[in-house]
């Protein structure tokens, strides 16, 4: 759908709620109709009035007060859906993401590595490419591991950490930017996926390589579950 005719169906209304669902960020209105965005690799958000000239806008929405906010995005990949229907699946900070749905979904993919399987919104609402990383690298498991062979105390492990890891990724970006801030993408606080670093907080040497379609940063201590020839 046009991106115009997504603007024009809340024009007028007001703006009532904003909430995240998995990757999406969902703004209601109170005429009933609901737009999604999602800002994929390279989208940003900025604010109206903006400090300075915006390049590569995709969309923007202003409000009576003479204030807004729009999307940029050099690469033009951001999406913008009207009324965007939810996936029956957990989102990542919910209680239905358990050990038995992910071991569940683990043994229905034999054939799936482990991190293109978490990154998957099929399976899973919310997970980006960079706390995977983290998430397995405090697991210590290897991203590139067969999904099914992970032991069960493992998937234990990658369901504490998915929100011990997210919910202090929460809290280190608030430090620098207030409750306030619209949006910003912040990764000093990350501990191998970092691309100033060149060692993990233990001393192990980071490599970084490509699993699956994803840049992936990894270290040795992190063990493969792979079947053996």
């Known amino acids: 759908m046009p991106k115009e005719k997504i603007i024009s169906a809340v024009k007028g209304a007001k703006l009532v709620a904003i909430e995240r669902v998995g990757k999406t960020l969902e703004l209601y209105f109170n005429n009933k109709e609901t737009i999604g965005f999602h800002l994929m690799q390279s ?23 003479g204030h807004g906010f729009g999307i940029h995005d050099p690469s033009g990949q951001s999406q913008l859906h009207l009324n965007p229907v939810t996936p029956k699946v957990p989102d990542v900070l919910t209680d239905s993401l358990t050990f038995d749905y992910l071991k569940s979904n683990f043994q229905k993919n034999k054939q799936v590595l482990l991190k293109p399987l978490l990154t998957n919104p099929k399976y899973i609402r919310g997970l980006g490419n960079a706390y995977v990383d983290e998430i397995l690298w405090e697991v210590k498991v290897s991203p590139s591991s067969v999904a099914c062979l992970v032991p069960d105390q493992k998937i234990h492990d990658i369901v ?43 001393g192990n040497e980071i490599i970084k390589g490509m699993v699956g379609r994803a840049k992936t940063y990894w270290t040795e201590s992190q063990v493969i579950y792979e079947r053996k020839h």
């Open 160 to 202: 504490s950490a998915i929100e011990s890891v997210l919910l202090n990724a929460e809290k280190e970006i608030r430090k620098v930017t207030g409750p306030d801030a619209l949006m910003i993408e912040k990764r000093d606080f990350m501990k191998v996926h970092n691309h100033k670093l060149d060692r993990d907080p233990d």
């Open 43 to 65: 989208g940003r958000a900025y604010l109206i009035p903006a400090d300075g000239e915006i390049k590569w806008k995709i969309w923007d929405m202003g409000f009576e007060s």
